[in-house]
């Protein structure tokens, strides 16, 4: 009976998130990479872009995967708890895969601040 509305607001609601974190993580982003990659701007532009297409992929992926559902969608109140339930799984994929992130460039930093150290003889 509602499962129009699921559909509309499952995805207005997911499309907000994405977009408002691409800008949210896109900015921070460009101060974070170039302190990883000194001296490299080509480089930074091209890790920056990257993971901006990597991250709307990802997220729109995610959300069209999870879509379809199979409970029941008789009520308001099954609506908000299958928005809810699907929306909080995804913030918690991309919350993950955030980390996962800046777990790696943090070891390319210091892979990067090792190979620039010399050698103590």
Partial sequence: MYLAHYYIVYSVLCMALIVFLAVV?????????????PGHPELVRGVSHMLYIGFYLVSFGYVTLTMQTFMPMDTIA???YVITYKAGSFLLLLGCLHFFNLFLLLLVRRRGAALATPAAS
């Fill in 78 to 80: 099954q609506v908000a």
């Fill in 25 to 37: 993580l896109h900015r921070a982003g460009n101060h974070f990479l170039p302190d990883t990659f």
